[in-house]
Nanobody, 116 residues
């Protein structure tokens, strides 16, 4: 298991930018997949972006070209840089780590609200 703590949510105007950070309790080396999910009110949790241990990235179509996932291996952080935010990006964002079929971890979530 790994402990994850998200930071950086808040209120931002449409068109604005925000960076989410996820503090990881161990080295991100060897974690098969890390990612960000989000859940809007009344909707299912959905994948936003993920990154494999080898560095391959994957993005939801709705955020391609606007969001960027990255890791800081030296400091054990996972990031989600968000640009050109839209009201429909409003959701609770969760950090996620997959270490195998029997070992998955979630953070507590951080609220992102995009509104004028």
């Amino acid at each position: 298991q790994v402990r994850l703590v998200e930071l950086g949510g808040g209120l931002v105007e449409p068109g604005g930018s925000l960076r989410l950070s996820c503090a990881v309790s161990r080295s991100v080396f060897g974690i098969d997949v890390m990612g960000w999910y989000r859940q809007a009110p009344g909707k299912q949790r959905e994948l936003v972006a993920n990154i494999t241990d080898g560095g391959s990235t994957n993005y939801a179509d709705s955020v391609k070209g606007r969001f960027e996932i990255s890791r800081d291996r030296a400091e054990n952080w996972l990031y989600l840089q968000m640009y050109s935010l839209k009201p429909e990006d409003t959701a609770v964002y969760y950090c996620y780590a997959y270490l195998g079929p029997m070992s998955q971890s979630w953070g507590q979530g951080t609220q992102v609200t995009v509104s004028s």
